[in-house]
């Protein structure tokens, strides 16, 4: 099966303060953050189906390899392409785009037969795509369990 996890790594790979000073150098995590990700690298890892897409302007910013390279490594190994290409060079063509749009321009591109997008800003996500989608703020261990859950039943809904 084709299956496609849109990641957007604003707030959820990264802190949203350290988005602006990302170095080649792991970036210090907050320790629900950490929970958060290793909540989702469980999730993901023995899912052979499961390919991940990056959606997040870092990559334009930074580059597409770097920013695998920060990843942890059991969403690194399955991350397999971007949204927008990992060029600083092209990053003015992209400035007239909004997230949204290459998102629906790489969802059509790719037509995966299972699609859920985790993104920090409900405004990056599709309108027709909210039902197949996860907000996520801040993490708290609150909603943590919330998080795992409804990312479970989107990775097994058919």
């Known amino acids: 099966m084709n299956s496609i996890l849109y990641l957007g790594a604003e707030r959820l790979l990264f802190p949203r303060l350290l988005c602006s000073s990302l ?3 792991p ?3 907050s320790s629900s953050q950490s929970i958060l990700l290793a909540c989702l690298g469980d999730t993901v890892r023995d899912r052979a189906d ?8 870092l990559v334009a910013d930074y580059g597409y390899c770097t920013l695998r390279r920060l990843m942890p490594l059991e969403l ?3 991350t397999i392409g971007a949204t927008m290409r990992g060029n600083r060079a092209h990053r003015r063509s992209y400035s007239t785009q909004r997230k949204v749009d290459l998102l629906r321009s790489d969802i059509a591109r790719r037509n ?4 859920t997008i ?3 800003d409900p405004m990056t996500i599709p309108f027709e ?6 907000t996520v703020g801040m993490a708290s ?5 919330n998080f795992q859950s409804a990312l479970q039943q989107l990775l097994d809904f058919d």
């Open 50 to 57: 499961l390919a991940i897409v990056l959606n997040s302007w």
């Open 27 to 29: 970036a210090r995590e």
């Open 76 to 78: 690194a190994q399955k």
């Open 141 to 145: 261990s609150s909603n943590l369990v």
């Open 118 to 120: 985790i993104d920090g």
């Open 129 to 134: 795509y909210i039902e197949r989608s996860i």
């Open 23 to 25: 170095s080649r150098q």
């Open 112 to 115: 995966p037969q299972r699609l």
